[in-house]
């Protein structure tokens, strides 16, 4: 099979792009031939007003990016193109560009874009779904992305002209969404549920099993508010007797920094920004992880590196947290954004041990079912399959 990935790349490296590369590897080691797509966001400068205005007209219609994806599709001739993220220089013109020359669009929801204009459904600490329910002037009203009232009106107005276009309608043939909960708030927005297939991220390198013997709790991600690092703090006040480690960074690294100085030597230990390899090793090591997210999220890859090591999780009761921990089976849930209640849960977890190793190996047999790469690419293909029989089928006429 041909096959044409495309991938608007960020300027901070995330999830998404690790999901891209690591797909297209995927594929790649199974024999398929795969041609890749991408625009770069480091390639944006918008110092002038014009610079600016041009950025807004790109992310609602990119005559680039579509003629450049034609011009690929000529020369490879994919049998399907598969989208992790278009916005902002790609655009969903790339779409059209498939559909002119016939070629099966899926598309990669990693992120609720489509219906939030900031992509999170997160505001002012806590889950938010007024653009959902009330229509996309509410991201505007609030300046949601980047805190900015006319870049949330660029794309608040990107997603309504694809909205009257029917774009999401009727230019995909198929939607990859990382969750049953995922799937349930797009079908609410609109999206054709007959379109939307459930297939979780994968790890692309087993780690296997760890030992489990370090004596500490770990959190593992970037340090932002959503990602419930408060709760995290909070709660490890009145943890004095367990360890905690805490690896990664972001905007919240200052106030971890000064959390740990003041905190008596050994309770927390901040790792700073750590590889792939010194993660896998603190997840092997520690008792288990820490995951107190306060918004939805996709799928993190965090809580499936973690199953992979055998190490349980204890995570928000929310979104696609309480779908992927089992409670009580794979992991313990706690109220998000309750400080008390994730204390209550890490002290129980402490002092049980023989349950949590159950729970541990529990989580390993997930990740043998779920997220390993070999079941992950048998997923894959099944869309691509799916997407190309339902892009030949004829048009309904009204």
């Known amino acids: 099979m041909k096959i044409l990935t495309v991938h608007n790349v960020y300027q901070q490296p995330g999830g998404e792009d690790v999901v891209f590369e690591a797909e297209g590897r995927l594929l790649s080691r199974y024999g398929q031939d795969v041609v890749a797509f991408r625009e770069d966001n480091a390639s ?23 003629h450049k994806l034609a011009d690929v599709i000529s020369h490879f001739r994919p049998d399907v193109a598969h989208f992790h993220n278009t916005f902002p220089l790609i655009s969903p013109s790339a779409y059209y560009a498939c559909r002119q020359a016939g070629i099966p669009v899926v598309q990669t929801l990693h992120n609720y874009r489509l219906f939030c204009p900031n992509a999170s459904f997160f505001r002012a600490g806590r889950p938010c779904e007024e653009c959902l329910d009330h229509g996309l002037a509410r991201s505007v009203r609030y300046g949601c992305y980047r805190g900015s009232r006319s870049a949330s009106a660029v794309v608040a107005s990107m997603l309504s002209v694809h909205r009257l276009l029917r774009t999401w309608a009727d230019a995909v043939d198929r939607y990859v969404v990382l969750s049953s909960f995922a799937r349930d708030k797009f079908i609410q927005a609109g999206l054709p549920a007959s379109k939307m297939i459930v297939k979780p991220n994968f790890l692309e390198a087993e780690p296997g099993l760890g030992v489990h013997s370090g004596g500490y709790a770990l959190f593992v991600g970037r340090l932002t508010e959503e990602k419930g690092i408060a709760t995290l703090l909070e709660a490890w006040t009145r943890l004095s007797d367990i360890a905690l480690v805490i690896a990664g960074q972001g905007p919240m690294q200052p106030q971890i920094e000064q959390y740990v100085q003041q905190r008596t030597p050994g309770n927390a230990r901040y790792a700073g920004h750590v590889s792939r390899e010194e993660i896998s090793r603190l997840m092997k090591n520690s008792n288990f992880l820490i995951f107190p997210s306060r918004w939805y999220e996709g799928f993190p890859m965090t809580i499936a590196e973690a199953y992979a090591c055998g190490t349980p999780v204890i995570a928000s009761r929310l979104g696609a947290m309480a779908e992927i921990i089992d409670d009580g089976r794979t992991g313990l849930h706690f ?5 008390d209640d994730l204390a209550r849960k890490v002290e129980w977890a402490w002092t049980h041990p023989n349950e949590m190793r159950d729970m541990g190996r529990n989580a390993r047999s997930e990740y043998e079912t779920k997220y390993t790469a070999e079941r992950n690419y048998t997923m894959l293909v099944d869309v691509y399959q799916q997407a190309i029989q339902e892009a030949r089928k004829p048009l309904t006429v009204p």
């Open 44 to 66: 944006i400068q918008t110092e002038s007003i014009s610079q600016s205005l041009r950025l807004a007209t790109r992310t609602i219609w990119s005559r680039s990016s579509y």
């Open 335 to 339: 109220t998000p954004g309750d400080a």
